[in-house]
């Protein structure tokens, strides 16, 4: 992402949606301003660092008062392309994209299903939460005709590159990949890797360095 000319870190882009989390949490409890340093504390983040990512895209905020919450949170719902709503698509309608498909939060935050495909004869022309499964052969026709601009990868992972390389053939600048298998993309396509084994061996480090170092009041510090 760049903003006035400066590129904007995707550490930086992570803790805008954990703001807007945030503030969306604030807004439900009634209130209508928040202090620099309230909203970096509810993220264990320095108001300092908070001032800095903002200061990518603007000045917010008035001195002595704060922010104002709702505000704010519409400038980030903007900045985060949240004020529209993106058709995606799961390719790989196994155990993980079925049950991302039925996670209604996608929904919430403005992140439409709009197709799914398959390999398995058995599930290709079937629908899923009324969601029709395609053959991913049909990839380019269908992301073409309904627009779709994100792709969640849950196929397995022998099967991961050649799915995202089609992906990325059919116009596709955005995939999130499950698969256990890192995929080489150019600068134009963001491709980002979840992968819950790998933040389940962080909490092991973490936990094993517990155990050697045996701290005095047993607290971990956790980066944030
Ligand atoms: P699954 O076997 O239940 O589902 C995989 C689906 O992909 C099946 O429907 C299969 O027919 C389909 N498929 C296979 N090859 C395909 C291809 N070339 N094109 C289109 N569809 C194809 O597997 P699962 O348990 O849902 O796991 C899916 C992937 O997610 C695996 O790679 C797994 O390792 C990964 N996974 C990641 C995490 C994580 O934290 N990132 C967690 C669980 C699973």
Not at 69 to 85: D, Y
Request: net charge positive; proline share 4%.
């Amino acid at each position: 992402m760049i903003e006035n000319g400066k590129k904007v870190p995707q550490v930086t882009v992570k803790r805008l949606s954990r703001y807007l989390r945030v503030l969306e949490h604030f807004s439900e409890q009634g209130y209508e301003t928040i202090s620099s340093e309230e909203l970096a504390n509810e993220l264990h983040v320095k108001p300092s660092q908070l001032r800095k990512d903002l200061a990518y895209f603007g000045e917010f905020g008035t001195r002595g008062m704060g922010y104002s919450v709702s505000k704010l949170a519409e400038v980030l719902r903007k900045i985060l392309g949240l004020h529209r709503q993106w058709a995606i698509a799961i390719i790989g309608v196994g155990n993980l994209g079925t049950a991302l498909l039925r996670y209604k939060g996608l929904n919430e935050k403005g992140f439409r299903v709009a197709a799914l495909f398959d390999d398995d004869p058995e599930k290709v022309g079937s629908a899923r939460s009324g969601i029709h499964i395609y053959h991913v052969d049909n990839l380019a026709n269908v992301v073409k005709e309904k627009n779709i601009q994100i792709v969640i990868l849950t196929v397995p992972a022998p099967a991961a590159r050649a799915a995202a390389e089609a992906v990325i053939k059919a116009g596709i600048k955005s995939i999130l990949n499950f698969a256990p298998v890192s995929i080489k993309t150019g600068p134009e396509i963001t491709c980002l890797q979840v992968d819950i084994a790998s933040e389940l061996k962080i909490l092991s480090h973490y936990l094993a360095g517990q155990d050697v170092s045996g701290g005095k009041d047993g607290k971990v510090a956790i980066p944030g």
